[in-house]
């Protein structure tokens, strides 16, 4: 039998080696939250601070506590407003990407 690698593994590796995807797993996670599939958008995002950022720094540029941010990004999270919009921010940042939006 084949080894396999865990999928959040395998995706983590990928967002850190291709700056592409990671930029495209960000533009979807936006476009998931705006389409009101939450867990999905928050989850991508989850994946990105883990493979980008990290929680310690997420919790250090954001003025929020590392906790509130791993409770924030679970799937059954909640977060505010003002706070999803300051971790996607951060984000975009650290990818030096910004989203172009397009209405269709």
Same mark, same amino acid.
């Given at each position: 039998?084949?080894?396999?690698?865990?999928?959040?593994?395998?995706? @983590?590796?990928? @967002?850190?080696?291709?700056?592409? %995807?990671?930029? =495209?797993?960000?533009?979807?996670?936006?476009?998931?939250?705006?389409? !009101?599939?939450?867990?999905? !958008?928050?989850?991508?995002?989850?994946?990105?601070? +883990?493979?980008?950022?990290? %929680?310690?720094?997420? =919790?250090?540029?954001? !003025?929020?506590?590392?906790?509130?941010? +791993? &409770?924030?990004?679970?799937?059954?999270?909640?977060?505010?407003?003002?706070?999803? %919009? =300051?971790?996607?921010?951060?984000?975009?940042?650290?990818? =030096? %990407?910004?989203? &172009? @939006?397009?209405?269709?």
């Amino acid at each position: 039998m084949a080894l396999t690698r865990e999928y959040k593994t395998t995706v @983590i590796a990928r @967002i850190q080696r291709d700056k592409e %995807f990671a930029r =495209a797993l960000y533009a979807e996670a936006l476009n998931a939250l705006l389409d !009101g599939e939450t867990e999905e !958008g928050l989850s991508m995002l989850r994946d990105l601070v +883990h493979a980008e950022i990290s %929680f310690k720094e997420l =919790a250090q540029q954001t !003025g929020l506590g590392e906790k509130a941010l +791993h &409770r924030m990004l679970s799937r059954r999270g909640n977060p505010t407003t003002r706070n999803l %919009f =300051a971790v996607t921010k951060a984000i975009r940042e650290s990818l =030096a %990407f910004t989203p &172009r @939006i397009a209405v269709a």
